[in-house]
Structures are given as C-alpha cells and as structure tokens.
C-alpha cells in the first residue's frame, strides 16, 4: 500500500509540519449527576473546536448509578472514570481518596485548563488537584452564595474555595458575576454566560416536543394536580426531613392531588421517606429517574416542592412553580421574580404555601408567568467560547 508520505504531489518526502498553534487540552472533571447536566451542553461545544482544542473527560464518579445515565444520554464517553463512590461515603473518605486518584490523571493528560462546574465535592477537588498540579481552573456556575458556609453545607465553601484557586470565572447572572467582583475577584475574569443547566434543559424539552420517548411510565391520574417533590440536601438529615415528609403525608390527604417523589439515594434520606410515606394513598415514592423522564414529570407538574439547586433553575424555565424547602438559597433571582417561595423546613408553612397554589387560580398563574432569570440556553456556546479564547491567549493569563 502506497503511504501518504510517497504519493506527495512534489514527490519529496514530506514530513508533516506541526500545526502552528498546538493543540490546547482541557481537562473536564465531573463527578455528580448535577455536574453532569449542567457541562454537557460546554463539553459538545468545546467538541466542536476539536481543531483547536483537545477535550478530555475525568468523572470521578462521585455518583455512580445517578451519572451514568446522563452520561449516555449526552453521548459523553470519559476517557478516565475514577469509579470512586462507595455507599455512604463520608465527605473526608471522598475527599481524601478523590485527591489521590486526580494527581496520576492531571501527570498523564498535563492539561492547560482544568474546567469544573459548581459546588460539590467533585468540583473542590478538581480544582484543588489541578492548583496543586500548576494547572489552570475555569469554574463554571461561579460566584452563587449564601454567605453561611453551613448552609448549604459543604457546598457554600467549597464553591467559595473554588473562586480562590480559579483563574476563569463563569457566572450565570448578574447577582452571581456582583459576587465575585465582592470576593476580589478581577472583573475581566469574570464572564456573565447564563446557567448551563438551563442550555440542557430547553434540548431535552425540545426533544421531548418532538416526539423522544422519555421513559415516564406513572399511572398519572387524570383529574389530579401532580406535585414534584424532590430532596436530598445534608443540612435537612434528620428531624428538617420528617417534618418535610409530615407535612407530604398532610397534603396527600387532599384528593385532588397526586404527589410524586424521586427519592435519592443517599441512604440518609430514603429510610426517612418511606418509615412517613411509604403506603399513602397518592404518594408515589420512585427511584430517581432518568433526567429526560425527570423533565417529562416536571413538564406535567402543576408544581414543585424541591431543595435541589438545579430544579429550582429547571422549574421557572419550564413555567412551574417552585417551593424550596430551605431558610436561604444562592438563587435569589427566580425569587426576586415571584417564580419560586422559599418555604423552610416548617410544615404548615411548606402547607399553608402548596394549598395556596392549588386553591388560588391567581396565585399559580402569577407564580407560572414568569421570565426565566437563568438563561437562553446558550450559556455552554458562550462559555466554549471563552474558554478557547483564554488558551489562546496563552501564558498572559497566567
Ligand atoms: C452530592 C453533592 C451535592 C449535590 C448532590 C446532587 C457533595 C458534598 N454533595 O450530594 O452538592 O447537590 O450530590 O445529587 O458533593 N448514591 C448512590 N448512587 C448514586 C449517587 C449517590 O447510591 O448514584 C448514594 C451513595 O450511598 C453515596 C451517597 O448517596 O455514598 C451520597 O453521595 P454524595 O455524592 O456523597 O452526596 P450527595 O448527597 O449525593
Ligand atoms: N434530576 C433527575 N432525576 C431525578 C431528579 C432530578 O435527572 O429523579 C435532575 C434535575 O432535573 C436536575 C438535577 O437532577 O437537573 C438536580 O440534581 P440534584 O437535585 O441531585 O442536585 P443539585 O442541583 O441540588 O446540586
């Protein structure tokens, strides 16, 4: 067989030169299905400037059967997975063992940039991996805060310490981009991009608009208000979680409702939910779904009672209204718009706020109508964007 190195059209032999700006890798790690969701839409970008830049995948499959499916959903193949969940794990054992496992990664791949999206785990020790490698951090969903580093709790340090060791600041709103200038962050580090999570969740609503199967198989009975429930947030173990789930029980009493709830699988949270729930007639306690079912529910809800940080953004993007079981949240932007009530952990105020939406016509209607405050759904462009527009600049960012 003739090598393309012999059918040269000068007939010299040619070595190919290199290209004239090599390649910039970055290193995407991610671990939980949050994570996941939200850099889906920034890793099918960056693929797509494949010409100029290499993308690698890291999960430390921080979750595992919750990831894997958003993996495959978005056709991310991780060229490492650190498969490093263990039932129970504590936030120490997964520290120190996540710590371990990214140095041998971060030597192989020796990336320019090392990208990480948010507030977990994951997202502190891959930041704090590549800093102690020299490597450089952009952050994605940067600069959301509480201000109380126990609630949510580790989450507000670890996005905290994240800003510190990162160099490429993605904020999604305005408020988040105010709060990192706050923290000294140099405002030409910091870019206003849009949430992510709300790029993934117009796709998969289109899709689903177009006919993709999503897999929900309730017997969701007609006549009936659907209530999402979703929850899992540590600072909640315990007594906030039986009071949350007396206060279900007492709405499941209603007959025009029909409550459905994921449960998550930290194994804090189900044995709680099922010793109050389990039995009650209109309360369907289900494994966590898949995420393109999840919108499917979402998308018939007539609303939802949530701590999770992402539904909180998914809700007012697809119209519904949102209760957030929490004394204080780090998205205070669909609140400032009356899309979301903060609701506590008190039982008759988590009540007295669900029987509202569903006796008050107005109430629900005003809490549905509003403009979604996270995003168009191209934050992960803009973010590709910036990120190969950095590396191209090169050491001056340093
Ligand atoms: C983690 C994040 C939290 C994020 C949440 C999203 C930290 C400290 N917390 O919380 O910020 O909001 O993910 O869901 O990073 N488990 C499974 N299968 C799975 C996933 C979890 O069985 O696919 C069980 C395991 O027993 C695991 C436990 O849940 O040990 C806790 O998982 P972990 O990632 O430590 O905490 P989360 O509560 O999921
Ligand atoms: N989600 C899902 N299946 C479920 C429940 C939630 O795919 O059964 C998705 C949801 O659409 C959102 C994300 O998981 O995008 C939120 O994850 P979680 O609440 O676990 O974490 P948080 O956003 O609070 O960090």
Redesign the pocket.
Known sequence: MTSPRAASPTGTNRIPSPPSHPKSKVLVVL????EAIKLAPVILQLRRMSDELETVLCVTA???????GVLQLFELYPEFDLDL???????TG?TSRMLGAMEPVLEAVQPDLTLVQ???????CGALASFYAGVRIAHVEAGLRTFDVAS?F??EM?RAATTQLASLHFAPTEQASENLVRAGVPRRAVHVTGNTGIDAVLHVAKRLEAGMPSGVRLPLAAGRKLIVITA???ESFGNPFRTICNAVAELARREDVQIVWPV??????EPIVRSVLAGKPNVHLIE?LEYAAFIDLLRKAFFVITD???VQEEGPSLGKPVLVLRNKTERPEAISVGAVKLVGYDPERIVREATLLLEDPSEHERMSRTQSPYGDGQAGERIAAHIRDFLRAGVQNL
Do not use: A, K, V
């Open positions: 671990g939980t299905r949050p921080q979750h595992r059967s919750l990831l894997d969940m263990r039932p129970g794990q504590t936030l997964l948010g507030d977990t785990t994951t997202t502190y949510p580790p989450e670890n899992h947030r540590r998550h699988p930290n194994p804090n949270i966590p999770s940080g992402g």
